[in-house]
């Protein structure tokens, strides 16, 4: 073991997504990066920072190739380099590829470029690193994601479904950006899983493009829609001559108002129709879609993440890893962008989240109205360290004001008052020693 790994201190972070096409290369956490760079550098603790993948966006780059992607990088944050470096003087610095930088494995040349900066690039899938009498396992976990595995690793072609999804569709959205009301195209690359991406550009159209005076006369009547259905209903019941109460009390009730009571009137008249239309036309499509869906889900075509629980491919590595190596107690990847923390054999699934900015779906809780995305910041670093009761693995969140006030409508903020997203990470847990003994007593 080496006795200089035993007192080491990890701090892990993933999912930066650095760079990219025009609006894609502003970084709105570079404050708070720097910030923690900065408290690296001048740290008295024996540690090593671990970037566990997806630190750059070099597939949303798609005017440069190869080894000039490094140089528009260096060009657009020289500050953020020169920080590397001064860093990288006090405290190890040791950078993975993930699928969205994976050509950092795929030329040599960028192993020498990061050394320059004093970052050490592991073109290799996955490291190991010891803490204690314990081991971590690290990888960024896009080789266990089929849509953004990659099979031939360290070809600088490789192309998993994934490259084309963000070489067509978020780069493409990091030039258009800047041409709508509000800059939010670009956050294309937040939206998980990318399953969503159609309601959330539903939802950033109806709240942000929409022709103001269009929305805000559209809004009463897709508020009142359940309510429009339910009179559409009693409506027909009257026509039919099956039950009349409600709507001649209805009608008795608001004629007692004037031409006030003959608007309301008028208006959820012009309610039910609609209701009605939308009901009749909804009824038969909602059982057509139903017996698709069961069709499609017989022959599991369209099985996304959506569908497929996003841990079980890491719970399954996982166990492996810890079965086969039973001094590795932690498997810290990233990739998913959601930071957490499960027992799995006695071990710990650590995820390091993402940096980038999370967009947490809030859906109207009447009406149809499209859901609200709420952004929020998390910023997760992990510390791992071995302690005397074992090693332990906790989450500090760099500070960061909600963006919600500049970036929701007025009308997003009063749907989401009380139901703004809770963004606290995870608990501290510990590893015990005699985990470790236990996996080795297994094993023999």
């Not at 609006?23 to 990066?33: D, N, R, S, Y």
């Not at 080789?143 to 490789?158: K, L, M, S, V």
């Not at 910023?379 to 302690?387: F, G, N, T």
């Not at 693995?393 to 997003?412: C, D």
Request: glycine share 6%; charged share 25%; net charge negative.
């Amino acid at each position: 073991m080496d006795t200089d790994s035993d007192d080491r201190v990890y701090y892990v972070i993933s999912d930066l997504h650095i760079g990219g096409d025009e609006q894609l290369e502003h970084v709105e956490f570079l404050e708070e990066l720097l910030a923690f760079l900065e408290r690296l550098e001048a740290t008295d603790e024996n540690a090593e920072l671990i970037i566990n993948g997806d630190a750059f966006g070099l597939w949303e780059f798609t005017t440069v190739e190869g080894i000039e992607k490094f140089d528009v990088l260096e060009r657009t944050y020289p500050e953020l380099f020169e920080q590397l470096r001064a860093t990288g003087e006090n405290v190890p610095i040791t950078l993975l590829p993930g699928n969205h930088d994976h050509e950092l494995a795929a030329y040599d040349e960028y192993v020498d470029r990061f050394a320059e900066y004093n970052v050490e690039l592991i073109q290799e899938k996955w490291l190991s690193r010891e803490v204690g009498d314990q081991a971590i396992h690290f990888e960024h976990g896009h080789q266990h994601d089929a849509n953004n595995r990659i099979e031939d690793w360290g070809n600088p072609h490789a192309t998993p479904l994934g490259y084309y999804y963000n070489t067509l569709v978020t780069s493409r959205a990091g030039q258009l950006s800047d041409r709508g009301r509000y800059n939010w195209l670009k956050d294309v690359q937040a939206v998980t899983p990318t399953e969503r991406m159609p309601v959330w550009i539903l939802s950033k159209y109806f709240y942000r493009e929409m022709n103001p005076l269009l929305r805000y006369s559209m809004v009463p009547f897709l508020l009142l829609f359940n309510v429009s259905v339910v009179l559409a209903v009693l409506a027909g019941l009257d026509l039919a001559g099956i039950w009349s109460a409600p709507v001649d009390q209805t009608e008795a009730f608001l004629g007692q108002f004037g031409r006030a009571g003959t608007a309301a009137w008028f208006f959820l008249a012009l309610n039910v129709a609609i209701g009605g239309l939308l009901l009749l036309i909804g009824v038969p499509l909602y059982f057509i879609r139903r017996d698709i869906r069961k069709t499609v889900d017989r022959f599991g075509v369209f099985e996304t993440e959506l569908t497929v629980d996003p841990q079980e491919p890491y719970e399954e590595a996982a166990r492996e890893i810890f079965s086969e190596q039973p001094a590795t107690t932690i498997y810290c990847y990233g990739h998913t962008h959601r930071p957490g923390v499960r027992e799995i054999e006695g071990g710990l699934l650590v995820n390091s989240g993402t940096w980038l900015k999370r967009l947490h779906r809030r859906s109207g809780v009447i009406g149809i109205l499209p859901p609200v995305f709420y952004p929020s910041y998390q910023l997760p670093v992990v510390r791992i360290a071995a302690e005397p009761e074992g090693v332990a693995v906790e989450y500090e969140r760099m500070a960061k004001p909600s963006p919600a006030t500049e970036e929701l409508t007025r009308t997003e903020r009063f749907f989401t008052v009380g139901r703004e997203p809770e963004t606290d990470l995870p608990d501290r847990r510990v590893v015990e020693p005699e985990r470790t003994v236990q996996l080795a007593e297994a094993s023999d």
